[in-house]
């Protein structure tokens, strides 16, 4: 029997999944670690897409990644360090993440090299609709019609934005749903840890896959050599990223998936501010009316989190 996405009664997840009960505040963290893990994801998306450029995108992508295991190891080491070592519970899910996370970067940076940043962005808004179906598919988790409804209006901006049938949408969109997809199976495997599996682990696994991939793939591409303002913008691109890496993890094992998901549309008003300061591209009318209506849904979720937190 399947599990229905509206319920008026609140489901306990299984205790494989999360052995800790929802405590006051989670939601609250959840949702500021998701608008912190998106302002860093979409800062290095801009430093990305502007090196390559110049810069051959897989090795961007494999000196990036080298800065960030720097940088995840330097961070790992005042926590207590690594612990390499996963249970064998955790295996399963660790592989169905890494999938989603090489699967989704290169889909990713490849469509970004060719969109504006702030179209990518937008194709990425559908995700929090995918996790939270997903969310309640696998996890039980209760999701209000006004939550639906308001991730559905989110929706309809998406689509003003892009404009099915018109330039806006072509074939780079339909690669960056399919990295959206991919997202949304490395977020729903993320929530399956368990607290004895800590989040600098998870996301250095990830940052691993990612950079030996990237290595791979740039032997096809050849090598330049970069400058130094090339290497500084990339150290700069992989600070933002291990920041969005982090909160990432984090985000989605704290509070409720429906709840916490919602505020990834913070990351268009980032890729459209981004955009055009640094390449230029301003957003017309449209792109501002469904630019309104992801926002405006986000904010509502925001407000009705707090009226059905101040319920319980």
Known sequence: ????????????????????????????????????????????????????????????????????????????????????????????????????????????LNALTRMEIADLTAVMQSLPLVVMLGAALFFGETLGWRRILAVLVGMLGVLIILRPGSGAFGIWSLVALGAMLLVALRDLSTRQFGRDVSSNTIAFYGAVLVTLTGLVLSLGQGWVMPNLTQLALLALGSAFLTVGYLCAVAAMRVGEIAAVSPFRY??????????????????DLWTWIGSALVVGAGIYTIWREAQMGRRR
């Open 266 to 283: 913070t990351s268009l008003l980032a890729a459209i501010v981004l955009g055009l300061l640094v390449f230029g591209d301003w957003p």
């Open 1 to 108: 029997m399947s599990t229905p996405l509206i319920s008026p009664l609140r489901r306990t997840r299984p205790a494989s999944i999360r052995p800790e009960p929802l405590q006051p505040g989670d939601n609250l963290r959840g949702a500021g670690l998701m608008t912190l893990s998106m302002m860093g994801f979409t800062c290095n998306d801009t430093i990305i897409k502007f090196v390559a450029q110049d810069l051959p995108l897989y090795q961007s992508i494999t000196i990036r990644g080298l800065f960030v295991l720097v940088a995840l190891v330097l961070l790992a080491q005042r926590t207590g360090g690594l612990r390499l070592r996963i249970p064998v519970p955790a295996r399963r899910p660790m592989a169905l993440r890494l999938v989603g996370e090489i699967g989704s970067t290169l889909l990713f």
